[in-house]
């Protein structure tokens, strides 16, 4: 699949599943679907911050299929997110998003207005 211009080999496919499979690795996942269809999917995970006593709880993916956008499934995955988030005594959930997806800003929109915070990447050995 490809999405921001980018696209995932098989390999790094396979190794995302693996670690959302694995109980021991701090990848997570949610799915809603319809009729027995996967038709969203999200995934999250924990992280230490040096900034609070608690957790905060990343949401890094956030993706419902082009023909079900705008019916709620996107609210029910980052509700539920923001559920286990709370449930396990994270002190933030947070997500990013490109600065054109309007669509999907929509809905983000809704929760919080976004942060202001810019981000900066650096491609370590990956060629990214």
């Not at 959302?20 to 999200?42: K, M, R, S, W």
């Amino acid at each position: 699949m490809k999405f921001y211009k980018t696209e995932l080999s098989d390999e790094q496919s396979e190794l995302t599943w693996q670690r959302l499979l694995d109980p021991n690795f701090n990848l997570h996942c949610l799915v809603a679907e319809v009729d027995g269809v996967v038709q969203g999917i999200t995934h999250y995970s924990f992280q230490n911050s040096t900034w609070a006593p608690k957790n905060y709880c990343y949401l890094e993916d956030l993706y419902v299929e082009p023909t079900f956008r705008g019916g709620g499934i996107g609210r029910l995955l980052i509700d539920g997110v923001k559920s286990i988030a709370n449930a396990a005594g994270s002190s933030r959930l947070y997500w990013n998003t490109d600065a054109t997806n309007e669509t999907a800003r929509k809905l983000y929109d809704s929760y919080v207005m976004e942060s202001g915070k810019v981000q900066y990447r650096i491609a370590l050995n990956t060629g990214d």
